[in-house]
């Protein structure tokens, strides 16, 4: 059964996850860099190759967004990219999180 898809309201904090993992699927710290991009609902980008940090476990990496009290309302995209000195790209991963409307002022 798929997880289900994040919710966060605007105004709010999310804390978005990432996995790498290496060819054999085993989990990887990336060398260089871990880096994270979020394209709003209309595909523009809110955030580029801003950096992610360690949760404490191998091949485990956060980024905590504050969406903004106006950010556009519908589904949100994240990717993750893991680089690497000896391989271009340890992991690439991405999925979503749905933005919903503010409750109150």
Known sequence: MPNPVPEVRQGETIVLTASFKDKDGAL???????????ADPT????????????????????Y??????????????????????????VSIGSTVFIVKLRIGG
């Open 28 to 38: 990887v710290d990336p060398d260089v860099s871990q880096l994270i991009r979020i």
């Open 43 to 62: 595909n523009t980008l809110v955030v580029t190759d801003a950096a992610m940090e360690t949760d404490g476990a191998t091949g485990k990496w956060i």
């Open 64 to 89: 905590v967004y504050a969406v903004a009290a106006d950010a556009t309302l519908g589904e949100w995209a994240f990717e993750c990219i893991g680089k690497d000195g000896a391989t271009p790209d």
